[in-house]
């Protein structure tokens, strides 16, 4: 998958996501979480990804069971979006005319 600006900038970053006892709130671990969307195998835009941890990532992602019904994570998830969007701007990688 091909690196963006926008991928590399979840480097070192706070988990967006922030799953209650899920989260490990490791920015080691942090990565531009995407929802699929597309097709199969198809990523959504960079825009509608979130920074999230590794166990964050994997609940939003089905890999990890969780006490959260798919609505829940989704909502998490779309949260998570929205504050990593005020990020991007923030860092001049996203901006709104």
């Given at each position: ?80 979006i ?12 996203l901006?709104?005319?």
């Amino acid at each position: 998958m091909k690196q963006t600006k926008i991928t590399k900038s979840a480097r070192g970053e706070d988990c967006q996501i922030r799953i209650p006892n899920i989260c490990n709130f490791n920015p080691e671990t942090t990565v531009l979480c995407h929802k699929n969307g597309g097709g199969a195998g198809m990523k959504s835009n960079d825009i509608h990804g979130a920074y999230g941890c590794s166990n964050c990532h994997d609940a939003v992602d089905g890999r990890m069971n969780t006490v959260f019904n798919v609505d829940e994570l989704d909502v998490m998830f779309y949260e998570g979006i929205f504050r990593t969007q005020l990020i991007l701007i923030d860092k001049g990688l996203l901006s709104v005319k």
